[in-house]
């Protein structure tokens, strides 16, 4: 089994930052793209940030945060982050974590989901 733990969300005030982490763990061989997806009260999951890998780190975002948000990750960690800069009032929403895995023994590639961290953003 594997478990994607995300942690760093909270109430902060518009204009400032948070980061947010997710630990993968669990029968891991290798673990492909990673993402975040965000999911505001009475709308749709939508994608936020995405980094493929292992080794080729190319990012996309969601042009609402282009500029302002970074995904990185540390393959040794087994870890993805997101930073997120000059928060805005509708950035408010609980954050997910994605990971395509392959797992031990089997090799089968499979998608995992974080529990999600809550993040507002208010004054």
């Known amino acids: 089994q594997v478990q994607l733990v995300e942690s760093g969300g909270g109430l902060v005030q518009p204009g400032e930052s948070l980061r947010l982490s997710c630990v993968a763990s669990?029968?891991?061989?290798?673990?492909?793209?990673m993402g975040w997806y965000r999911q505001a009260p009475g709308k749709q999951r939508e994608l936020v940030a995405i980094?493929?890998?292992?080794?080729?780190?190319?990012?996309g975002y969601a042009d609402s945060v282009k500029g302002r948000f970074t995904i990185s990750r540390d393959n040794a960690k087994g870890t993805v982050y997101l930073q997120m800069n000059s928060l805005k009032p509708e950035d408010t929403a609980v954050y997910y974590c994605?990971?395509?895995?392959?797992?031990?023994?089997?090799?089968?590639?499979?998608?995992?989901w974080g529990q999600g961290t809550r993040v507002t953003v208010s004054s």
């Open positions: 994605n990971a395509a895995v392959i797992i031990m023994p089997t090799l089968r590639k499979n998608d995992y």
């Open positions: 669990g029968s891991i061989f290798s673990i492909s793209a």
């Open positions: 980094i493929t890998g292992p080794s080729n780190r190319s990012a």
